[in-house]
């Protein structure tokens, strides 16, 4: 069978993951009397987890239970009482939070601070939006569709913001429905602009190609967000955590086969995808 299989020149992780991995490998072996551990996933990709675990790191969520060590804050961020329990703990803290999810942080702080009810667009119970919410003392109003609307006081002057993943159409359908009851209401727009115009350029890599494999961790709401909306474009495309989930049922002969990944899908990944194809094929 005759298969062409191209790589995605625009796929590959995103800024924010990017520094945050060199920062993980710049710290490991720098300080042997300590341990690094990362308060969760430090992004959704298990391959790149392991990867980065067989060189030293330790995953723990409650942070309560590290201490005298070094607590490195993934991208996603973490509210100021998770900093103050680590300070408390004695552990040195790697602040990796992404710098778009730290602006986020700090025009909640503002606007907290200046009376106004905070609601944000996104998931209530994504890291990210956890880390949120300690900007605003826990008290803002988490929005992820229609049905979440009744918690809002809309007497409240309020500021509505976003999830850095969450789709443009998500978050201009909660400001159209909630910007008409307000007398007061600041707008943010927080998406992320790399998962916008990834999700253009995966648009138009979806329809120039035959089939698209995506790979990307199947528990990140960035990759299903990305996947459900160039998959629309493309019916032959499939998402896949790994090489291990190829089927190659999926191809046919003459195929041009387009490889690509998310925004936690380290380069090396992609290759592999491809290099497993083609040696199927060959
Ligand atoms: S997707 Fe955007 S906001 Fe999220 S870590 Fe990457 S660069 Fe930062």
Redesign the pocket.
Known sequence: MNIKVVIDKKSG?????KR?IKMIEKQIGLEPSRDIYVNGELLHNRLEMERLIDCGLKVEEDVDRIKDNILFIR??GVGKETQNLARKNKNRIIDAT????SNSQKIIEEYYSKGYQIIIVGKYYHP?VQGLLGYCNNEGVVVSSERYIGTIDFAKKSLIIAQ??VSTERFDEMVNMISPRMKDLKIVNTI????EKREKELIEFAKNHSVIIFIGGTNSS?TKVMFEKFSKFNPRSYLIENRTEIDFKWFRDGDIVGVSGS?STPAWQIEEVKKVIEGHFS
């Open positions: 992780v995103c800024g924010g993951v945050a991208t996603h992404c710098p778009k999810v990210e850095t993943t992320c602009p790399f998962v960035n925004a």
